[in-house]
Nanobody
Framework: QVQLVESGGGLVQPGGSLRLSCVASGFTLDYYAIGWFRQAPGKEREGVSCISASDGRQDYADPVKGRFTISRDNAKNTVYLQMNSLKPEDTAVYYC???????????????WGQGTQVTVPS
């Protein structure tokens, strides 16, 4: 059974940090691009960061550049999102997703996790 499970969300004060994890089961992450997305209440889902399968190329949405870092540990079948200098506008449910295309992008993802809540109070 293919599954992506996110964890690591929570309540953090502005300026704080969290590290989200995305663990895959039922398939090997090595050949998949992984993206992190988020959806805030009343807003559309948006791409946050992605990492390619082969060369590890990374991309970040402008609002998180310089604050968030994506990484992957293929041996653990896990992708991480390190989030620093968190702001209230980062509050959202964060999802990871896997794309068989292998290249970092914001569309064409095959599988999605259930999400983890990140709350940064104002």
């Amino acid at each position: 059974q293919v599954q992506l499970v996110e964890s690591g969300g929570g309540l953090v004060q502005p300026g704080g940090s969290l590290r989200l994890s995305c663990v895959a089961s039922g398939f090997t992450l090595d050949y998949y691009a992984i993206g992190w997305f988020r959806q805030a209440p009343g807003k559309e889902r948006e791409g946050v960061s992605c990492i390619s399968a082969s060369d590890g190329r990374q991309d970040y949405a402008d609002p998180v550049k310089g604050r968030f870092t994506i990484s992957r540990d293929n041996a653990k079948n896990t992708v991480y999102l390190q989030m620093n200098s968190l702001k209230p506008e980062d509050t959202a449910v964060y999802y990871c997703a896997a794309s068989h295309w292998g290249s970092c992008g914001w569309t064409d993802y095959d599988w999605w996790g259930q999400g983890t809540q990140v709350t940064v109070p104002s």
